[in-house]
């Protein structure tokens, strides 16, 4: 069984929040279209107990995004937070949010990062984006990596660029 996870896309700042629907550019997303983002909110959680906020201007601005860090909650529903991550600051920066799991791009952050990112919490995930079927960092193909991820670190987030949509993988949980 695989855990879809339905994804918001965010950009702005408290009181001028914006979603919708993304894109990826060079391994950054961005937003195709801007719709309500508290409507926004609502559709994606019916889909889920567990909802992606994807911080569009972290990846940007290749800086975390403090106002989604410190403003969004979701209550009633596990969240991960989906941004730019490059160094153990970063990633103390965001376990002190009101997010209940980290995903930890491959492709942004530094070597080794998430081996030790999980020493410290068990609340990180790695992230792999894909696009046309390959992760953008190693090439390789969704089974592939989740196997070679999960036989690491026991877990794994995949986003496809493509549909827009993301996958949650554990040891108890096999790639098709």
Do not use: W
Request: aromatic letters at 6%; hydrophobic letters at 35%; glycine letters at 8%.
């Amino acid at each position: 069984m695989i855990l879809l996870i339905p994804i918001v896309a965010i950009s702005g700042k408290r009181g001028e929040f914006v979603s919708g629907k993304f894109s990826f550019r060079n391994g950054k997303p961005y937003l195709t279209e801007r719709s309500d983002f508290i409507e926004n909110v609502k559709e994606q959680c019916a889909k889920s107990n567990t909802v992606g906020i994807l911080d569009i201007d972290g990846f940007s601005s290749r800086s975390i995004n403090s106002n989604i860090i410190k403003e969004v909650k979701i209550r009633g529903r596990n969240t991960i937070l989906i941004t730019r991550i490059e160094t153990l600051d970063d990633v103390f920066d965001t376990l002190c949010s009101n997010f209940d799991t980290i995903a930890i791009p491959n492709h942004t952050s530094e070597k080794g990062l998430i081996h030790d990112a999980l020493k410290i919490s068990d609340s990180v995930m790695p992230i792999g984006f894909f696009v046309d079927g390959k992760e953008i960092e190693s090439g390789k193909t969704k089974t592939e990596y989740i196997s070679e991820t999960i036989g690491i670190m026991g877990k794994v987030l995949i986003l496809d660029a493509d549909t827009g949509e993301m996958e949650g993988y554990d040891s108890l949980i096999t790639a098709e």
